[in-house]
């Protein structure tokens, strides 16, 4: 029984549910997934999308990232809450998490993904969508406040696959919107990201695997 | 109820799903709110602008003055804000609330998309592909009524719930679905519990008057939305 996380290295998705799990001081199991070759226990927990995270909680699977970072806030009702108490105040990290989740994969796939037009526009879109976060953060030190939360934990994954992005579609962050920057600077420096997220030149080499897979140049 | 000064609103348009959400979970927690319903082709609001500028879309609660957006998010700050007011529309145990978020996200993301390419693609084969495709996703939610919600009456247990408003809010849209299709979706020899399910969601007094009648809605899809997808089509 226990606990334990069906995941992959490198999956933004899973990190989030990984820096939940080290902020709340859980113990874990956790179980790397080849996902050319998807387990029996992938399957049957999570047979509607087979896919990573899977959080195993005495044998119960919760499935989609967002969903089990809430549940594990909710289990392990102490601090540090990522969730606020108010709910007015419950629902705007919602909010702009599940932004994170609408918009940023499906942008950076289509950033390293294609080229010349399409890629262009899925850069401008990109710029807009980091544009939108800054302006949320405000002069905030995390989009929690003072507290690191949840609308932090959704997005710091992704701050690792912005050399990537950076590489494959020539703009620079840094440039375009620094509070971003300076924010995921922030976060790392919390142990929780930092023994999480990987070099970003790590996930450039498997962004190269992934275009060679998909014949990208 | 809303206490007084409490000033409660919901931008909508009244075939939308999400809107329907919005307006059953009010009704339940008895919550006294003004209806304002949208332009969202052209000429949106101000108000709908102002309220939410990242989407531009319905459903929108505005509560004092302060919006909330996407209806998951307003069905849940309901439950919250009006946390007094019985029934509960999430699940009080931690997993079923997971369980309940999951589903109500696949029905509404995966499952709903994909049904409604029934009427939007051209050839027999898509057509074809997004029938099966629809079964399937019944099929999952026939095994998981099966597996944890036997025997009662609803998903959230002797009352309705945050995934029983979620997955009936679409009946409407089945509905019309099956009717311009000619086909049985919520088929009770295929899916048995679902569809009595369905039935008894949709004669839950609450519930009964914001589901639209399926005449209503067939003409709303042929006049305006199936002329919109030939478009984005071609």
Same mark, same amino acid.
């Given at each position: 029984?226990?606990v334990?996380?069906?995941?992959a290295?490198?999956?933004?998705?899973?990190?989030?549910?990984?820096?939940?799990?080290?902020?709340?001081?859980?113990e874990?199991?956790?179980?790397?997934e080849n996902?050319a070759?998807?387990?029996?226990?992938?399957?049957?927990?999570?047979?509607?999308?087979?896919?990573?995270?899977?959080?195993?909680?005495d044998?119960?699977?919760?499935?989609?990232?967002?969903?089990?970072v809430?549940?594990?806030?909710?289990v392990w009702?102490?601090k540090?809450?990522?969730?606020p108490?108010?709910?007015?105040l419950?629902a705007?990290?919602?909010f702009?998490?599940?932004?994170?989740d609408?918009?940023?994969?499906?942008?950076?796939?289509?950033l390293?993904?294609l080229?010349?037009?399409?890629?262009a526009?899925?850069?401008k879109?990109?710029i807009?969508?980091?544009?939108?976060?800054?302006?949320?953060?405000?002069?905030?030190?995390y989009?929690g406040?003072?507290?690191?939360?949840?609308?932090?934990?959704?997005?710091v994954?992704?701050?690792?696959?912005?050399?990537?992005y950076e590489?494959c579609?020539?703009?620079?962050v840094e440039?375009?919107?620094?509070?971003?920057?300076?924010?995921?600077k922030?976060c790392?420096?919390?142990?929780?990201?930092?023994?999480?997220?990987?070099?970003?030149?790590?996930v450039?080499?498997f962004?190269?695997?992934?275009k060679?897979?998909?014949?990208?140049e | 109820m809303?206490?007084?000064?409490?000033?409660?609103?919901?931008?909508?348009?009244?075939?939308?799903?999400?809107?329907?959400?919005?307006?059953i979970a009010l009704?339940?927690?008895?919550?006294?709110?003004e209806y304002?319903?949208?332009?969202?082709?052209?000429?949106?609001?101000?108000?709908?602008?102002k309220s939410?500028?990242?989407?531009?879309k319905?459903?929108?609660?505005?509560?004092?003055?302060?919006p909330?957006?996407?209806?998951?998010?307003?069905?849940?700050?309901?439950d919250?804000?009006?946390?007094?007011?019985?029934?509960?529309?999430?699940?009080?145990?931690?997993?079923?609330r997971a369980?309940?978020?999951?589903?109500? $996200?696949?029905f509404?993301?995966?499952?709903f998309?994909g +049904?409604?390419?029934?009427?939007? %693609?051209? /050839?027999? @084969?898509?057509?074809?592909?997004?029938?099966e495709?629809?079964?399937?996703?019944?099929?999952?939610?026939?095994e998981?009524?099966?597996?944890?919600f036997?025997?009662?009456?609803?998903f959230?247990g002797?009352?309705?719930?945050?995934?029983?408003?979620?997955l009936?809010?679409?009946l409407g849209?089945?509905?019309?679905i099956?009717?311009?299709?000619?086909?049985?979706?919520?088929? $009770?020899?295929?899916?048995?519990?679902?569809a009595?399910w +369905?039935?008894?969601?949709?004669? %839950?007094? /609450?519930? @009964?008057e914001?589901?639209?009648?399926?005449d209503?809605?067939?003409?709303?899809?042929?006049?305006?939305l199936?002329?919109?997808?030939?478009a984005?089509?071609?």
């Amino acid at each position: 029984m226990g606990v334990k996380l069906l995941d992959a290295w490198v999956s933004p998705f899973g990190q989030r549910v990984r820096i939940a799990l080290a902020e709340k001081g859980v113990e874990y199991e956790y179980v790397e997934e080849n996902l050319a070759e998807k387990s029996r226990l992938l399957l049957e927990s999570n047979p509607v999308h087979k896919k990573i995270p899977v959080l195993i909680h005495d044998g119960n699977p919760v499935c989609e990232s967002l969903i089990i970072v809430e549940y594990i806030d909710d289990v392990w009702d102490k601090k540090p809450h990522l969730l606020p108490a108010h709910p007015y105040l419950r629902a705007q990290p919602r909010f702009w998490a599940d932004f994170v989740d609408k918009k940023i994969y499906e942008c950076g796939t289509r950033l390293w993904k294609l080229k010349g037009e399409e890629q262009a526009e899925a850069k401008k879109e990109m710029i807009e969508i980091l544009k939108l976060l800054a302006a949320e953060l405000g002069d905030k030190t995390y989009f929690g406040g003072d507290a690191f939360g949840f609308v932090d934990v959704a997005l710091v994954p992704f701050t690792s696959w912005f050399y990537s992005y950076e590489r494959c579609a020539g703009f620079s962050v840094e440039a375009e919107c620094p509070e971003i920057v300076a924010w995921a600077k922030r976060c790392m420096e919390r142990e929780s990201v930092k023994k999480t997220l990987y070099d970003p030149e790590k996930v450039y080499e498997f962004v190269c695997f992934l275009k060679k897979r998909y014949g990208v140049e | 109820m809303a206490a007084s000064g409490e000033e409660v609103k919901l931008l909508g348009v009244w075939p939308s799903p999400y809107v329907i959400k919005v307006k059953i979970a009010l009704e339940l927690k008895g919550v006294r709110y003004e209806y304002l319903e949208q332009e969202i082709w052209e000429n949106k609001s101000e108000l709908l602008l102002k309220s939410n500028p990242v989407y531009k879309k319905v459903p929108v609660l505005i509560h004092n003055d302060r919006p909330v957006c996407e209806s998951a998010i307003i069905l849940q700050y309901i439950d919250e804000v009006w946390a007094g007011a019985r029934p509960s529309i999430l699940p009080s145990d931690p997993y079923e609330r997971a369980i309940a978020r999951f589903w109500a $996200g696949y029905f509404e993301d995966t499952w709903f998309y994909g +049904a409604i390419k029934i009427l939007q %693609v051209k /050839t027999e @084969k898509e057509k074809a592909e997004a029938i099966e495709q629809s079964f399937a996703g019944l099929s999952l939610l026939e095994e998981t009524y099966e597996k944890s919600f036997k025997g009662k009456p609803f998903f959230g247990g002797d009352n309705i719930g945050y995934l029983d408003i979620a997955l009936g809010s679409f009946l409407g849209w089945v509905k019309t679905i099956e009717k311009m299709s000619g086909l049985k979706l919520i088929d $009770g020899a295929k899916f048995p519990l679902l569809a009595t399910w +369905a039935e008894r969601f949709c004669s %839950v007094a /609450t519930v @009964k008057e914001h589901i639209p009648k399926t005449d209503k809605m067939i003409e709303y899809c042929s006049k305006v939305l199936q002329p919109k997808w030939h478009a984005l089509n071609n």
